[in-house]
């Protein structure tokens, strides 16, 4: 069983930045492949980010490419996504998952536990 909180959300201009963080608990967070989804209402879930079990292999989706970074500390269970250069189109409730893969997923059924989300609005 693993239990992911995140954290970092919040209202930024166009143009700023955020660092979202996902704190894990439960055993073997290092055998997971992990990943950041973000879900606007009405809309599905999509793909934003995926990072290796080992990192530092990463996986991105096309439209944050250049501008968001995912990273990861097993000494400290936890997940990163610096977002740079934000867009209105990047607002969100952003999600932490974590996969029982060895490697960058994008596939949503692939993961196994996820979130709660945290909320990243983009003003213009």
């Known amino acids: 069983q693993v239990q992911l909180v995140e954290s970092g959300g919040g209202l930024v201009q166009a143009g700023g930045s955020l660092r979202l963080s996902c704190a894990a608990s439960?055993?073997?967070?290092?055998?997971?492949?992990m990943g950041w989804f973000r879900q606007v209402p009405g809309k599905e879930r999509e793909f934003v980010a995926s990072?290796?079990?080992?990192?530092?292999?990463?996986d991105y989706t096309d439209s944050v490419k250049g501008r968001f970074t995912m990273s990861r500390d097993n000494t400290k269970n936890t997940v990163y996504l610096q977002m740079n250069s934000l867009k209105p189109e990047d607002t969100a409730v952003y999600y932490c998952?974590?996969?029982?893969?060895?490697?960058?997923?994008?596939?949503?059924?692939?993961?196994?536990?996820w979130g709660q989300g945290t909320q990243v609005t983009v003003s213009s």
């Open positions: 998952a974590a996969a029982w893969v060895r490697t960058t997923t994008s596939t949503t059924s692939t993961y196994d536990y």
């Open positions: 990072i290796g079990k080992a990192g530092p292999n990463t």
């Open positions: 439960g055993r073997f967070f290092s055998s997971y492949a």
